[in-house]
């Protein structure tokens, strides 16, 4: 016999989906911040780069805190960040490049 999904775990289920979409959407701006902002192919680049080398970070940093947390207290935390770097991506106005001399 199949169980029927609980309301908390749907809503969790549907907020981890928005998240993970959410998380991809920037991609095809990316063009458009090169242009707009006047960065380089490699700068672009690296953006990737940085994204990839932070998702990987933080899941083995924090992979299994929801192990000692339970489940819903990362899953929340996580769609807070997220919400804050989708709101950077909207917010952005002008790039910070800075190098090893200063910004």
């Known amino acids: 016999m199949t169980e029927r999904l609980r309301p908390a775990s749907a ?3 549907t907020i981890f989906a928005i998240v993970m979409a959410a998380t991809t959407l920037p991609t ?9 902002f006047g960065l380089t192919s490699l700068e672009i680049t ?3 780069a940085v994204y990839g080398l ?3 970070g933080g899941l083995l940093a924090l992979g ?7 489940r819903k207290p990362p899953l929340g935390a996580g769609f ?15 790039s910070a490049r800075c190098s090893p001399a200063g910004c």
């Open 64 to 70: 299994r805190l929801s192990d000692h947390a339970g």
């Open 46 to 48: 690296v953006v990737f």
């Open 54 to 56: 932070g998702v990987m």
């Open 11 to 13: 809503a969790a289920a």
């Open 28 to 36: 095809p701006l990316y063009p458009l911040y090169q242009q707009q």
């Open 80 to 94: 807070v960040i997220g919400a804050a770097a989708t709101a950077l991506f909207i917010a952005a106005v002008g």
